[in-house]
C-alpha cells in the first residue's frame, strides 16, 4: 500500500524552511518557546525549525515531536 493511501505525506524541505520562517516572524523577542510537531513522519519541519533557530531571538526553544508510525523513521 502507497503512503498516500495511509494518509502519509511528506514536506519538501523548501517548504518547510519557508514555513518555519513565517512561524518565526511570529516568536520574535520571547524568552522561551516551545514547539510541538504533532505528526512528525520523517521529522522535516522539526529539522527545519532546528536549521532556521538562528533567525530567532530566542533564549530557550524546546522541540517536540509525536509520530505513532515507527515505519515514518526508515
Known amino acids: 500500500m502507497s503512503r498516500k493511501k495511509r494518509?502519509?505525506?511528506y514536506?519538501?524541505?523548501?517548504?518547510a524552511d519557508f514555513m518555519t520562517r513565517r512561524?518565526?516572524?511570529y516568536?520574535?523577542?520571547?524568552d522561551s518557546i516551545s514547539?510541538?510537531?504533532p505528526s512528525m513522519g520523517n521529522g522535516e519541519f522539526i529539522g527545519a525549525m532546528f536549521r532556521n533557530r538562528e533567525n530567532l531571538n530566542v533564549k530557550k526553544i524546546s522541540f517536540f515531536g509525536i509520530e505513532k508510525n515507527k515505519a515514518a523513521f526508515t
Open 7 to 9: 494518509g502519509e505525506y
Open 11 to 15: 514536506t519538501p524541505s523548501v517548504l
Open 23 to 25: 512561524v518565526f516572524t
Open 27 to 30: 516568536t520574535a523577542d520571547r
Open 35 to 37: 514547539i510541538l510537531e
